[in-house]
Structures are given as structure tokens and as C-alpha cells.
């Protein structure tokens, strides 16, 4: 369902290492998934998509990994950089053009310089 | 290319004061508006959403509400706000396409 209002999980990660972020969606029929980064005081902003008959995209530095089996995705980023420091969000969108995406709660990443 | 355009960026209320947080969209028509406030620290929580003109759906029971005078134009409003309704407020759009595309948020405090 939608976000609430759950304290958001924290990663901290030493820069230049790879992160890896979690995310369990609900709906097994949503077709299409997306990561957003949000920076302090930002709105949110897009990373990179996937859709649902397709297991791995990659971009420049980023991975989206998707498990349907499990309804998991997660978030690869390549030689962690100071710059994403933020917090990163997954949503979900069920099929038929539904009008509402669903976010997960997010998960703050923590760059160690 | 369509663009989100909110304001202000910050505004400081006292409490009982009444809101007006407007959200306009370009290089779209009949785009389907959302409103969310995140809390510090926290994710977003999804307050309004509109499909068109004068249709407005309400997800949370609250203080607040909401209103598309205009194809591509959605406005927050509050009569009297309380010291809950601080946050950060963002408007997004969802056009032909999948995913959301934000606004750069208000920051209210209510005070």
C-alpha cells in the first residue's frame, strides 16, 4: 500500500564501494517498476525503470534487479560517490494505466568519504 | 518537454492560518496531479489525487484539501492549518507514460 509515514532504513556505504538497495513491492501484477533518488530538500527524481518481462537493466553506474518470484527489486550502484547521498525510493505501478503509484517507504544511503 | 513548476519553495504559517500551495504543469494536457507530504525522515504519503478538471480524489482524512480549477493546474489549501500539517509537500504529475515526474516540494512550518 502506500507509504504512511514509516521511519526510512539507513545504508551507509564507503565511498568507492558498491551499494545495494532493497525493495519488496506488493502487487504481483504491477508491470512496471521505477527507482527515484530524492536529495535533501528536493523532490524526487528519476533513476532508472524496468518492466516486469524483463529480470535486469542496467545504467550508467545503476542496476535494477527484479524478482517476481519474490516481488523484490533492488537498486546496484557502481563506485559509491559522495553525490548519492540521498534517499532512494522504489514504486510499483499496477497494469491498465491505473492512476496511482505505490512508493515504497525508501531507504537512505549514506556516503562515507 | 513537459515541466512541473511548485511554489513556494518554504513558507512559514502560524497555526490557524489558511494555505495555498499551487502546482502547474507545461508541454501537457489532461495529465493526471497528485499532492504528497513526506515528513521528515519518512516516506511519501500520498494526500490527493486528480484525473481532471474539478475531480478530486481525497486518500488521507485530514485537515487539508484539494482542488484543479484547471487542466494543469492543482492547488493545496488548508482554512486553518495545525502544527501537524508541517511537512514537505510535492506535486507530481503522471501523463500517457508510466512513473511520476515531481515538483521541487514546499516546505511548510507550521508554527
Known amino acids: 500500500g502506500e507509504s504512511v509515514g514509516l521511519h526510512l532504513p539507513t545504508l551507509s556505504v564507503q565511498e568507492g564501494d558498491n551499494s545495494i538497495i532493497n525493495c519488496a513491492y506488493s502487487?504481483?501484477?504491477?508491470?512496471?517498476f521505477i527507482w527515484y533518488k530524492q536529495e535533501s530538500g528536493k523532490g524526487p527524481q528519476f533513476i532508472i525503470d524496468?518492466?516486469?518481462?524483463?529480470d535486469k537493466r542496467q545504467g550508467q553506474r545503476v542496476t535494477v534487479l527484479l524478482n517476481k518470484t519474490v516481488k523484490h527489486l533492488s537498486l546496484q550502484i557502481a563506485a559509491t560517490q559522495p553525490g548519492d547521498s540521498a534517499v532512494y525510493f522504489c514504486a510499483e505501478n499496477p497494469p491498465g494505466g491505473y492512476q496511482k503509484v505505490t512508493f515504497g517507504i525508501g531507504t537512505k544511503l549514506q556516503v562515507i568519504p | 518537454s513537459q515541466t512541473i513548476h511548485q511554489w513556494p519553495a518554504t513558507l512559514v504559517q502560524p497555526v490557524g492560518s489558511p494555505l495555498s500551495l499551487e502546482c502547474t504543469v507545461e508541454g501537457t494536457s489532461n495529465p493526471n496531479l497528485y499532492w504528497y507530504r513526506q515528513a521528515a525522515g519518512r516516506g511519501l504519503q500520498l494526500l490527493f489525487y486528480?484525473?481532471?478538471?474539478?475531480?478530486i480524489s481525497s486518500e488521507v482524512p485530514q485537515n487539508l484539501s484539494a482542488s484543479r480549477p484547471q487542466d494543469r493546474q492543482f492547488i493545496l489549501s488548508s482554512k486553518k492549518l495545525l502544527l501537524s500539517d508541517s511537512g514537505f509537500y510535492l506535486c507530481?504529475?503522471?501523463?500517457?507514460?508510466?512513473?511520476?515526474?515531481f515538483g521541487s516540494g514546499t516546505r511548510l512550518t507550521v508554527v
Open positions: 486528480s484525473v481532471g478538471i474539478g475531480q
Open positions: 524496468i518492466r516486469s518481462n524483463m
Open positions: 507530481a504529475w503522471k501523463g500517457v507514460a508510466y512513473g511520476y515526474t
Open positions: 502487487n504481483s501484477a504491477s508491470d512496471y
